[in-house]
Structure formats: structure tokens, C-alpha cells
T-cell receptor, first 113, second 120 residues
Framework: EDQVTQSPEALRLQEGESSSLNCSYTVSGLRGLFWYRQDPGKGPEFLFTLYSAGEEKEKERLKATLTKKESFLHITAPKPEDSATYLCAVQVTSGGSNYKLTFGKGTLLTVNP | GAVVSQHPSWVICKSGTSVKIECRSLDFQATTMFWYRQFPKQSLMLMATSNEGSKATYEQGVEKDKFLINHASLTLSTLTVTSAHPEDSSFYIC????????????????FGPGTRLLVL
């Protein structure tokens, strides 16, 4: 069974204090790993897609990396507006033409001014 | 680009009534649309996968006769919660993707803003 585990469950940072969120996964074959941001009461907002080990992607203060077992979301010098729940999801090759995602439980990030 | 809308954003209904939620991809066509539900402080749970013109595929434990899905076109899918009960109260979110043609590539799913359902 495909599994996605995110840690920590919650993280509090001071503004400007860099840190990383972890997403470890156990799947039969990885098609893609996705990072989303979700604000309270809203749908997830797409951030990154990673397809192969060693791949990295950046967007403003966020950088996502991927290994064969886990992905990290690095947040550099965060601001209060970065506060949200960050979700990791995997898509597996055994799904054939079914592109469904399996989500982790998320990391609730709070950045204090 | 890749905007998905849902309507309504909020719905309150009486127990026993049916509620229809629409999901539209506004600026792209999607081969597949997905329906999720999310309970407070929990992650997204996939309910069903639907392809245009085909019957939806439901996840284990999801009642297909209770949650009716119609996928009329590459830009519109609807979820109808039939004979709703208080335990059906939840946050329902749709997503669309992969994108069928166009400039945007890959197998990314783009999510709608969600519909909060409260059954009294």
C-alpha cells in the first residue's frame, strides 16, 4: 500500500528563521511527487511537481527537493504570509491512466512576525 | 492559468434533501476530474475519479448511490449528495487534471476552492 508521511505535524517559526518540511513516501513506483499549500477554508494551491531523484524546483522563498525515499520543502527567510498547511502527495506508476493522488496529513506552518 | 471553480461555496440543507455541487475548469480542459472530502484538521480523502463520458470510479467505502457523479464535458463535473444526513457535513473539493492539450503540461491536478456542506 502506498504511504505518505509528513513531519513535523506542526512547525512554528519566527519571521526570517529558515527551516525544512519533510515528506517520506513508500510506493511501488513513483510517477510524481506534488507539493501544495492550503489556507484555512480553501482548496489546495499547487506549488511544485517533482518527477525524479535529484530534481529541485524553486519558487520565491520555497525550494523542493526529491530523493528516492523522501522530499523536502525548504523555506528560506519565511514571512507571516507563508503560514499555511503544506501538503505532499504522490502519484504512482501502477495507476496506469488513473492519475489519482495519495496525500500526507500535512504540516501546519505558523510564521510569527 | 489552470483555474478551477466550484459552486456553491457554501450550502446548508435539511436532512434528507439532495445537494448538487459543480466543478468547472475555467481555462483548460481536463481528461480527469477528482472529488475529495476533507474533515476538520484532516487531509484530503479521495472519493472518486471521473473521466468525461465514463462512469466514475469510487474509492473503497464510498457509496456510489449516495454520491452521484456526472462528468458531462472536459470542463464540467458535478457531485450530487443524495438524501444528505448530518454525517455528510464536510468540505468537498474537486480537482482537474491532467490537462488535455494546451501549453500547460504534466500530470498536475489543480484544485477548486471547495464547497462547505452543512446538513441540519
Amino acid at each position: 500500500e502506498d504511504q505518505v508521511t509528513q513531519s513535523p505535524e506542526a512547525l512554528r517559526l519566527q519571521e526570517g528563521e529558515s527551516s525544512s518540511l519533510n515528506c517520506s513516501y513508500t510506493v511501488s513506483g513513483l510517477r510524481g511527487l506534488f507539493w501544495y499549500r492550503q489556507d484555512p477554508g480553501k482548496g489546495p494551491e499547487f506549488l511544485f511537481t517533482l518527477y525524479s531523484a535529484g530534481e529541485e524546483k524553486e519558487k520565491e522563498r520555497l525550494k523542493a527537493t526529491l530523493t528516492k525515499k523522501e522530499s523536502f520543502l525548504h523555506i528560506t527567510a519565511p514571512k507571516p504570509e507563508d503560514s499555511a498547511t503544506y501538503l505532499c502527495a504522490v502519484q504512482v506508476t501502477s495507476g496506469g491512466s488513473n492519475y489519482k493522488l495519495t496525500f500526507g496529513k500535512g504540516t501546519l506552518l505558523t510564521v510569527n512576525p | 492559468g489552470a483555474v478551477v471553480s466550484q459552486h456553491p461555496s457554501w450550502v446548508i440543507c435539511k436532512s434528507g434533501t439532495s445537494v448538487k455541487i459543480e466543478c468547472r475548469s475555467l481555462d483548460f480542459q481536463a481528461t480527469t476530474m477528482f472529488w475529495y472530502r476533507q474533515f476538520p484538521k484532516q487531509s484530503l480523502m479521495l472519493m472518486a475519479t471521473s473521466n468525461e463520458g465514463s462512469k466514475a470510479t469510487y474509492e473503497q467505502g464510498v457509496e456510489k448511490d449516495k454520491f452521484l457523479i456526472n462528468h458531462a464535458s472536459l470542463t464540467l463535473s458535478t457531485l450530487t449528495v443524495t438524501s444528505a444526513h448530518p454525517e455528510d457535513s464536510s468540505f468537498y473539493i474537486c480537482s482537474a487534471g491532467p490537462i488535455a492539450g494546451g501549453l500547460l503540461q504534466g500530470e498536475t491536478q489543480y484544485f477548486g476552492p471547495g464547497t462547505r456542506l452543512l446538513v441540519l
